[in-house]
């Protein structure tokens, strides 16, 4: 197979559940070969089970993006299978919880920080090095990273705020980088969206909070975030890098 005879190809981090497949089935939905990448075995292949009865082009690879070899890896794998790389998405993330609850900083253990900041942040940053080569064999590309409205805002986790925000800052760079290749950078930053890691904690107060607070009057869905990273991987967005998306229903207006 020649790389000009296959369709584009995408390859989501944490593609297996909440943002993350939600964003890989509109990306399916839109024609890409799919690459999933996510720590869960089970939840890969349901996901792959699932999509690929609906008629998606779909792979699963195991994949923890805070370990080096584990991504260079994956590179191994996309390489080897397709050769190229059209659209890097980086939602694979975890919170920073202590009994199911965000903690204060002077009760946040130094091995939670670690970790929250070695998934959220790290993670992008090694999937990035290692993807970024084999995306510049297709001429251009684009790459989106889940950052989140924690980064823009007072937020009651300390480790997953400060990973997000870092993770700004990262893409910024990174977009500076890249643009001569022709390759784009843009963050997504939702407010809450009901997936299995936002329930994972104590949020329902938090939720309808953010429902209030929102000028739209509703929380968002993983289908919004899927349509933001749809537009920033399309050609109507080939002027847009190192931007940060807000999904947020208005809860939060950059001045």
């Known amino acids: 197979m020649t790389q000009a005879s296959i369709k584009r190809v995408a390859a989501i981090t944490g593609g297996a559940q909440g943002l993350g497949r939600a964003i890989a089935q509109r990306f399916g939905q839109d024609g890409y070969s799919l690459v999933l990448c996510d720590v869960s075995a089970p939840h890969l292949e349901r996901a792959v089970t699932e999509m690929s009865a609906s008629g998606l082009t779909v792979q699963a690879l195991e994949v923890d993006v805070s370990d080096e070899a584990s991504v260079r890896r994956m590179r191994a794998h996309m390489e080897h299978q397709f050769g190229r790389l059209d659209v890097l998405v980086n939602s694979a993330g975890v919170l920073g919880l202590i009994d199911n609850k965000a903690p204060k900083v002077e009760d946040t253990p130094l091995s939670v920080w670690e970790r929250v900041l070695k998934v959220n942040l790290t993670g992008p940053f090694l999937v990035c090095r290692e993807m970024v080569p084999l995306m510049r064999k297709s001429g251009a590309g684009r790459i989106i990273n889940i ?92 002027f847009i890098t190192g931007a940060i998306i807000d999904v947020n229903g208005g809860s939060f207006m950059q001045g």
């Not at 400060?162 to 939702?190: M, W, Y």
């Not at 993983?222 to 920033?232: N, R, S, V």
């Open 147 to 238: 950052a989140s409205r924690a980064a823009r805002v007072r937020s009651g986790d300390p480790a997953y705020s400060a990973s997000k925000s870092g993770l700004v800052g990262f893409s910024r760079v990174l977009a500076g980088d890249l643009a001569p290749d022709g390759i784009t950078v843009n963050c997504i930053a939702p407010s809450y969206i009901p997936t299995g890691l936002v329930a994972s904690m104590e949020l329902e107060g938090a939720v309808a909070a953010s429902a209030l607070n929102s000028p739209l009057g509703r929380i968002g869905v993983p289908d919004d975030i899927a349509g933001a990273a749809a537009f920033l991987a399309s050609k109507d967005a080939s």
